[in-house]
């Protein structure tokens, strides 16, 4: 990713993305005197709550929504082309895994299947398309039958990738064990609704124990985004796919950048996001190294931060 693209990419979105457009000219900020990726500001992703993030003049093809748990308003992510959104899942798998083709997909998404705006479910239905496996699927609440499922695919030694909520994946290894070396495992994050909070590493620990051959990867993507990252490593840390970088910030100033190594605020710059903002300020706290690969620590406590007092000045 190179810093002109960046530059070329923010300076089209700062004029036609209006909520960005409005957020620059809030912050007195002049899209040309940008220079470097390092004094671009990063829109909160609470904007994609409350507003319209898109700079297209056709009507989005699809809106992608995230979950949210009772009486919270899920983020709202206009898709300009579901058909780019599917062609950036496969660049990114095929640099992560290879060919969707060499592998059987399987998901274990109990409660997002129903949810037609989840980009997770699209990604997986992209992935298992591309696949063509006759045992690919989704398997809901239907562990008894992933389990029979994967027990066949290690009979016949065919490679199987698995992706799963973490809630369904611990309540899988609980009660099943498939040892199998063909097949790897993705959690997604997703314990809503447990109230337990566990570290990457306990996490990733609880699940090997039903999957005992078998490593155990992270994902990490959201609804406000085209791309995905993933850990495929034992030391956990994210690497980012070719349209995307993670930048850290100060959690007291928003607009400050920490360096390598130090705690803080994760940035999101994805290219791939052209149609709608391609620089989201998260919410989560992390870490980033000096190879560009970053660890995910958990939430940042809701706290105001200077950008997100503007929200009721946009319109």
Same mark, same amino acid.
């Given at each position: 990713?190179?810093?002109c693209?960046?530059?070329?990419?923010?300076?089209?979105? +700062?004029?036609h993305?209006?909520?960005?457009?409005?957020?620059m000219?809030?912050?007195?900020v002049? !899209?040309?005197?940008?220079?470097?990726?390092?004094?671009i500001?990063?829109? !909160?992703?609470?904007f994609?709550?409350?507003h319209t993030?898109? $700079? #297209?003049?056709?009507?989005p093809?699809?809106i992608?929504t995230?979950? +949210?748990?009772t009486g919270?308003?899920?983020?709202r992510?206009?898709?300009?082309?579901l058909?780019?959104?599917?062609?950036?899942?496969?660049?990114?798998? #095929?640099?992560?895994?290879?060919?969707?083709?060499?592998?059987t &997909?399987?998901?274990?998404?109990?409660?997002?299947?129903?949810r037609?705006?989840s980009?997770?479910?699209?990604?997986?239905?992209?992935?298992?398309?591309?696949?063509?496996?006759q045992?690919?699927?989704?398997?809901?609440?239907?562990? @008894?039958?992933?389990?029979?499922?994967?027990? *066949?695919?290690?009979?016949d030694?065919?490679?199987?990738?698995?992706?799963?909520?973490?809630?369904a994946?611990?309540?899988? *290894?609980?009660?099943?064990?498939?040892?199998?070396p063909?097949? &790897?495992?993705?959690?997604?994050?997703?314990?809503?609704? #447990?109230? &337990?909070?566990?570290?990457r590493?306990t996490?990733?620990? #609880?699940i090997r124990?039903?999957?005992?051959?078998? !490593?155990?990867?992270?994902?990490?993507?959201?609804?406000?985004?085209f791309s995905?990252?993933?850990?495929?490593?034992?030391?956990?840390?994210?690497?980012?796919p070719?349209?995307?970088?993670?930048?850290?910030? $100060?959690?007291?100033d928003?607009?400050?950048q920490?360096?390598?190594?130090?705690r803080?605020?994760i940035?999101?710059?994805?290219? *791939?996001?052209?149609?709608?903002?391609?620089?989201?300020?998260?919410? @989560?706290?992390?870490?980033?190294?000096?190879?560009?690969?970053?660890?995910v620590?958990?939430?940042?406590p809701?706290?105001?931060?200077?950008?997100?007092?503007?929200?009721?000045?946009i319109?």
């Amino acid at each position: 990713m190179k810093d002109c693209d960046i530059l070329k990419v923010f300076r089209y979105q +700062a004029k036609h993305t209006a909520v960005y457009a409005r957020y620059m000219q809030l912050l007195e900020v002049d !899209p040309e005197k940008v220079k470097s990726p390092e004094e671009i500001p990063f829109l !909160p992703i609470r904007f994609f709550k409350s507003h319209t993030v898109y $700079n #297209r003049p056709s009507p989005p093809e699809h809106i992608f929504t995230s979950s +949210a748990t009772t009486g919270m308003v899920p983020s709202r992510h206009p898709v300009d082309s579901l058909a780019r959104y599917g062609k950036n899942v496969l660049e990114i798998f #095929r640099s992560f895994y290879g060919n969707p083709s060499d592998y059987t &997909i399987l998901a274990l998404l109990p409660s997002y299947l129903e949810r037609t705006g989840s980009s997770l479910v699209y990604m997986m239905k992209v992935l298992m398309e591309e696949s063509g496996a006759q045992a690919n699927g989704f398997y809901l609440h239907d562990q @008894d039958r992933l389990y029979h499922t994967l027990l *066949a695919l290690a009979r016949d030694k065919k490679p199987v990738w698995l992706m799963g909520v973490s809630f369904a994946l611990l309540d899988f *290894a609980a009660k099943y064990t498939v040892s199998h070396p063909g097949l &790897i495992v993705v959690e997604t994050g997703g314990m809503k609704g #447990r109230n &337990i909070e566990l570290t990457r590493e306990t996490l990733h620990e #609880r699940i090997r124990n039903g999957f005992p051959a078998s !490593p155990v990867h992270s994902e990490y993507g959201m609804a406000e985004m085209f791309s995905q990252a993933y850990a495929c490593r034992e030391d956990l840390l994210f690497s980012c796919p070719s349209s995307m970088r993670v930048i850290i910030r $100060n959690l007291q100033d928003p607009f400050l950048q920490e360096p390598d190594g130090s705690r803080g605020g994760i940035n999101i710059i994805d290219l *791939a996001n052209s149609h709608s903002c391609s620089f989201i300020e998260t919410q @989560d706290l992390g870490y980033r190294l000096s190879d560009g690969r970053f660890q995910v620590l958990g939430r940042i406590p809701d706290t105001e931060r200077r950008g997100c007092n503007m929200l009721t000045d946009i319109s």
